[in-house]
C-alpha cells in the first residue's frame, strides 16, 4: 500500500502493512466474507511463504514435470503456454530442460515479478505477462499445448467465468493442440476436507485454516488467519475454490468444445511437512484435444485504440525516500492496483516502462507508437525526485506528448518558499515564515512560536516530524540542527508559523479555465491523535506504523460554503498561474481564526488508490478507474489527441 507525502507523491509504507487486516473473530458463515475477487489480493509473499513447500519446492517441481512429459508428447520447440503461472516454477523447469517457446501468465503482479527475476536470474528465455486468464493476450491459433497447473482452476463466483476461461484456451490452442489441467479431486475433498486445522510455518509464522462447504456444496470456503510471533496477526483472510467431480469437469469442458478428455493419473503432493494441504492434497490431471478449423487469417484494419505508455519508477534502482530505499511489496501491490484499474479502459492499450537505464531508447524505439505517455513517474528520472522535471523534459526534447504538468511547472513548484511568494504576488494569503540560507548560522525570529521547520526543497514528508513543530528557541535550534544532518548544510530551510487549524487538500482535476472538475475538499482527521503531539501529517504519518500518527485519516472538510468557494477560487488561480496541467493537488491550513493559507502546490500529486486524489475523487463519485480516466481525458482533449 502507498500513501501521500506532504507534496502529493506516492509513498509506499512499511513492508507487510498491507496484510495487517483487523481480525474479525468467530465467524458463523465464512461465505459471507469471501469476496468475489479475493484472487485478486491473496497471492503474495506470504501465499509462497504458507504453501511454500508444496509450490516452491523444487524435488515436487521436478516430478510433476516428469510426470506431465510423460502423459503429452510434446516437442522442444512446441508453443507452450503457462496459464495461471504464478511465481513459474513450471515454466522455469521446462525451460531448464531446453523447450525453447514457454509463456506463462498470471493475474499477481508479485508472482510474475518473482517469475522475472527468476527467470533473468538463470538466463532463461520466457516470457511472463501479467493478465486475466478469462481474457488471454495472444492470438487465435497460437499454442500447441496450454497447461493450467497447481489447482489453479476454480476460483471464480460462476461457472460462467470458468468457461469463458477453457473458451480462450480453445481459441489460443491450435487445431489438435492440447490442454493439461491438475485440480483437486472435489469428490474426494467435499467429503475429506478439514473443518479446522493449524501449523507453524517455520520458527516465526502460525497458520490457523477453518473450513466449510457453501451453501450449494459447489465450493470450498477456507478462512485463513496468520500470525506472526512478534507482529501478532498479519492476515485475516477468505478464499473459495470450485469443487469439480469427473462428470462436471468433463461436461465443461465438452461444453466448451474440447475432445478426447482423459484422467491419465492423480498428483499426490509429497509435502515435507505433510501437515495442512488443503486444496493440493489430491488432484486429478485431466488433458482435452482441440478439434477445430485453422481460423481465416484477416487483414489487419487500423486500430483506433489509444497506445498509451505508463511511465513509472525504477524498481531495480534505489530509492532514498523509500523505506530500506528499495520497491518493496506495497509498491508493487500499489503498481498493480493501477495496472487493474487501467485495465478497464477498453479505448486505451497500455504498456509500461520502468526501467530507466534504457528509457531514452525505448521511447526513441517506440516513438511512432506512441499515442500518449502516462507520467506517473513522480519518483523522479533514476529515482532522484530532484529529477522529476526531467521526465518531462525528455519526452518533450523526443516530441512525444504526456499528460501532466511540464518541466517549469514541476521546477517552481519544487521550492516552497518560491510558490509562497508566487502566492502573495497574486494576494492569497501563505503562513508567516522566513528563509534560513545555506550560510546562513544565526537568524532572527521575526514571527512567534509554535513554528514548524522544513526542508524549503524536499518530498514525502521527508526531514518533517513531530520535533519539526517547536515552542521555544532550544527546540527550534535542534529543529534546524537535525535537518541540516539529514540532508546536508547546503540546503536552505523554511519555517513557518504553525497554523491550528483544519488541514485539507484540494484536488482539481482538468485545465482551468475550460474543461475542469473541482474535487470534494477534505483535511485530515487528528482526533485519535493524543493531545500532547502536533496536529500535521509528517513522517511517522506515513512511515512508521507504530506511531501515534499512523491512525490519521482523511474525512470531508468540516469548513464553511464560503471557505469552500474561496479556496476553489484560488486554486484555480494559481492552477492557471502555474500552468499546471490535467491534474494537481492544493494543500492549505486554516489559522487559529478559521482564515485559510496556502501550504503547498503538488502538479503531478500521488496517483495511487490510496492516495489523496483518489480519496476526493470517491466523495465526487468517482472510482479509481473512473479518476484515471479522467485524468488522460484532459490530457487527450487538452493535446488534441484523438480528434
Request: proline content about 5%.
Amino acid at each position: 500500500m502507498k500513501t501521500e507525502g506532504e507534496n502529493g507523491k506516492s509513498l509506499p509504507k512499511r513492508k507487510n502493512v498491507l496484510f495487517k487486516r483487523k481480525v474479525l473473530g468467530p465467524i458463523d458463515n465464512l461465505e459471507e466474507n469471501v469476496t468475489p475477487d479475493w484472487w485478486q489480493k491473496i497471492f503474495n509473499f506470504l501465499y509462497l511463504k504458507t504453501d511454500g513447500d508444496v509450490v516452491n519446492d523444487q524435488t515436487i517441481t521436478t516430478g510433476e514435470i516428469d510426470r506431465f512429459l510423460d502423459i503429452c508428447n510434446v516437442a522442444k520447440d512446441d508453443h507452450i503456454l503457462d496459464l495461471c503461472c504464478g511465481q513459474g516454477r513450471h515454466s522455469l523447469e521446462l525451460a531448464r530442460r531446453g523447450f525453447k517457446n514457454v509463456e506463462g501468465l498470471d493475474r499477481s503482479h508479485y508472482l510474475i515479478q518473482k517469475a522475472k527475476t527468476q527467470n533473468q536470474k538463470e538466463g532463461l528465455d520466457i516470457k511472463f505477462k501479467e493478465g486475466d486468464a478469462r481474457k488471454i493476450p495472444y492470438s487465435t491459433d497460437d499454442m500447441d499445448l496450454v497447461m493450467i497447473l497447481g489447482n489453479s482452476f476454480g476460483y471464480f463466483d460462476t461457472v460462467d467465468d470458468d468457461m469463458k476461461i477453457l473458451k480462450e484456451v480453445f481459441r489460443i490452442l491450435k487445431p489438435w493442440g492440447k490442454l493439461l489441467i491438475d485440480l483437486t479431486d472435489g469428490e474426494y475433498l467435499k467429503k475429506n476436507f478439514e473443518p479446522r486445522s493449524w501449523e507453524w510455518i517455520g520458527k516465526r509464522h502460525f497458520v490457523c485454516r477453518e473450513r466449510s462447504l457453501s451453501v450449494d456444496e459447489q465450493r470450498l470456503i477456507t478462512r485463513e488467519v496468520i500470525t506472526h510471533v512478534e507482529k501478532g496477526v498479519i492476515a485475516d483472510q477468505f478464499y473459495a475454490e470450485r469443487l469439480y467431480t469427473r462428470e462436471k469437469i468433463i461436461n465443461l469442458l465438452k461444453a466448451a468444445g474440447f475432445t478426447d478428455i482423459n484422467f491419465p493419473g492423480r498428483l499426490e503432493t509429497a509435502s515435507q511437512r505433510n501437515q495442512d494441504l488443503g486444496m493440493m492434497a489430491k488432484r486429478l490431471i485431466i488433458t482435452a484435444v482441440v478439434r477445430k478449423d485453422w481460423a481465416p487469417v484477416r487483414k489487419k484494419t487500423r486500430e483506433e485504440v489509444k497506445n498509451v505508455v505508463v511511465l513509472l519508477g525504477d524498481p531495480r534502482r534505489p530509492d532514498l525516500l523509500k523505506p530500506n530505499a528499495v520497491f518493496d511489496d506495497d509498491d508493487l501491490y500499489t503498481i498493480d492496483e493501477l495496472k487493474n484499474a487501467l485495465r478497464e479502459l477498453k479505448d486505451f492499450k497500455f504498456s509500461y516502462f520502468n526501467n530507466h537505464t534504457t528509457l531514452i531508447h525505448d521511447l526513441m524505439k517506440n516513438k511512432n507508437k506512441i499515442d500518449l505517455v502516462f507520467n506517473l513517474c513522480d519518483e523522479g528520472f533514476n529515482n532522484d525526485p530532484r529529477k522529476e522535471l526531467h521526465v518531462p523534459s525528455l519526452l518533450e526534447k523526443l516530441e512525444i506528448p504526456y499528460t501532466g504538468s511540464g518541466p517549469q511547472t514541476l521546477a517552481y513548484c519544487y521550492d516552497k518558499s518560491l510558490i509562497r511568494g508566487i502566492a502573495q504576488e497574486m494576494a492569497i494569503p501563505v503562513a508567516k515564515a522566513f528563509f534560513i540560507k545555506p550560510e546562513d548560522s544565526t537568524f532572527e525570529l521575526p514571527i512567534e512560536f509554535p513554528v514548524i521547520v522544513k526542508p524549503n526543497f524536499g518530498d514525502s514528508s521527508f526531514g518533517i516530524t513531530q520535533r519539526s513543530v517547536t515552542f521555544n528557541l532550544d527546540e527550534l535550534i535542534n529543529a534546524i540542527s537535525e535537518i541540516r544532518e539529514k540532508f546536508g548544510y547546503d540546503k536552505p530551510i523554511l519555517v513557518e508559523e504553525f497554523l491550528s487549524g483544519n488541514d485539507m487538500s484540494v484536488g482539481i482535476i482538468g485545465n482551468p479555465p475550460e474543461q475542469y472538475v473541482v474535487l470534494p475538499v477534505i483535511e485530515e482527521d487528528y482526533s485519535e491523535l493524543p493531545e500532547d503531539l502536533p496536529k500535521i501529517c509528517g513522517y511517522e504519518a506515513k512511515w512508521d506504523p507504530d506511531s501515534p500518527y499512523w491512525k490519521l485519516k482523511s474525512v470531508p472538510a468540516n469548513i464553511p460554503d464560503e471557505t469552500k468557494k474561496l479556496l476553489e477560487d484560488w486554486c484555480l488561480k494559481l492552477v492557471e498561474r502555474l500552468d499546471c496541467r490535467d491534474y494537481t493537488r492544493l494543500d492549505w491550513r486554516l489559522d487559529s481564526q478559521g482564515n485559510p493559507r496556502l501550504l503547498e502546490v503538488n502538479p503531478n500529486p500521488g496517483w495511487c488508490w490510496d492516495g489523496h486524489l483518489n480519496k476526493m475523487s470517491k466523495l465526487a463519485g468517482m472510482s479509481y478507474t473512473e479518476m484515471l480516466k479522467a485524468i488522460l481525458a484532459a490530457a487527450s482533449e487538452r493535446l488534441k489527441i484523438g480528434r
